[in-house]
């Protein structure tokens, strides 16, 4: 079972920028798709970013393309979203999770709050 641990939210100006962390522990992620996600009270959790297992694909949500980069560091476990240019509605709690078939894999971690002031 692997366990995620998110960091690196915090409360943001409009037009700032965020760097957010994923440490994977209990087993390897390296052959995994891995994943960001986020959610607003009240919304279902909705799918911000993937990266392949090597890092040679991403793909963004539409909102978030140009914005923010997914990467990887396998030898470390580790996931990162850089988040530039941030807007308000990208306020919510950011999580990781491996991607198997499409969909979230793993049990979710805590989460890291974002939140961007206008």
């Known amino acids: 079972q692997v366990q995620l641990v998110e960091s690196g939210g915090g409360l943001v100006q409009a037009g700032g920028s965020l760097r957010l962390s994923c440490a994977a522990s209990?087993?390897?992620?390296?052959?995994?798709?891995m994943g960001w996600f986020r959610q607003t009270p009240g919304k279902e959790r909705e799918f911000v970013a993937t990266?392949?297992?090597?890092?040679?694909?991403?793909n963004y949500e539409d909102s978030v393309k140009g914005r923010f980069t997914i990467s990887r560091d396998n030898a470390k476990n580790m996931v990162y979203l850089q988040m530039n240019s941030l807007k308000p509605e990208d306020t919510a709690v950011y999580y990781c999770n491996l991607v198997v078939g499409g969909r979230p894999f793993a049990s979710w971690g805590q989460g890291t709050q974002v939140t961007v002031s206008s």
């Open positions: 209990g087993r390897t992620f390296s052959g995994y798709v």
């Open positions: 990266i392949t297992w090597n890092g040679d694909l991403t």
